[in-house]
T-cell receptor, first 115, second 117 residues
Framework: GENVEQHPSTLSVQEGDSAVIKCTYS??????FPWYKQELGKRPQLIID?????GEKKDQRIAVTLNKTAKHFSLHITETQPEDSAVYFC??????????????FGTGTRLTIIP | DAGVIQSPRHEVTEMGQEVTLRCKPI?????LFWYRQTMMRGLELLIY????????DSGMPEDRFSAKMPNASFSTLKIQPSEPRDSAVYFC???????????????FGPGTRLTVL
């Protein structure tokens, strides 16, 4: 089955600086890669996702890059703000036409923005 | 849109008791996922349904766990008998599967925090 590794497990960044979180996956058939943000005591919420037909996607201060050859993808947050402090999870899955499309999650990165 | 609804939000029970968690997916979504989150094991998929049919239950820990989806707007996750190691936050998520080709985003419910004493 799929295995997703996520690094680092904790990350502290000065407010205004950039943060980068990296994930690798093992299943070459995976083609969907979402990122979720989870604040303390809350539900995971999708912040951005990317499908395998593109290499990069951006939404305001958040961007995700995908390297299918190397099987890794990264989350980039620029101009970080205190409200970016949370746990971030990457995930990977196959498409539904592969028959089994369970999302496999990374172990999470606790991001702390230092004011 | 009310989003994914889960009940109860908190459940405290004693070992050996039966626990039933409930989920109402977003209206129009045809797929439903049950996850468990713990500090030790992170976020794990337990089971998921497409069009009310269980597709993959390989994440269900053992026979004490069972899940049903009798209709498109309701699902249950039952633990019987419950054990202290079942203590976790259980999330339900739903999404839209189009023509078995395109999977839209999974939207999570608020979760049920289960404590088994």
């Amino acid at each position: 089955g799929e295995n997703v590794e996520q690094h680092p497990s904790t990350l502290s960044v000065q407010e205004g600086d950039s943060a980068v979180i990296k994930c690798t996956y093992s299943d070459s058939a995976s083609n969907y890669f979402p990122w979720y943000k989870q604040e303390l005591g809350k539900r995971p919420q999708l912040i951005i996702d990317i499908r395998s037909n593109v290499g990069e996607k951006k939404d305001q201060r958040i961007a995700v890059t995908l390297n299918k050859t190397a099987k890794h993808f990264s989350l980039h947050i620029t101009e970080t703000q205190p409200e970016d402090s949370a746990v971030y999870f990457c995930a990977a899955s196959r498409g539904p036409n592969f028959g089994n499309e369970k999302l496999t999650f990374g172990t999470g990165t606790r991001l702390t923005i230092i004011p | 849109d009310a989003g994914v609804i889960q009940s109860p939000r908190h459940e405290v029970t004693e070992m050996g008791q039966e626990v039933t968690l409930r989920c109402k997916p977003i209206s129009g979504h045809n797929s439903l996922f049950w996850y468990r989150q713990t500090m030790m094991r992170g976020l794990e998929l337990l089971i998921y349904f497409n069009n009310n049919v269980p597709i993959d239950d390989s994440g269900m820990p053992e026979d004490r766990f069972s899940a049903k989806m009798p209709n498109a707007s309701f699902s249950t996750l039952k633990i019987q008998p419950s054990e202290p190691r079942d203590s976790a936050v259980y999330f339900c998520a739903s999404s839209l599967l189009l023509d078995y080709v395109f999977r839209d985003t999974q939207y999570f419910g608020p979760g049920t925090r289960l404590t088994v004493l």
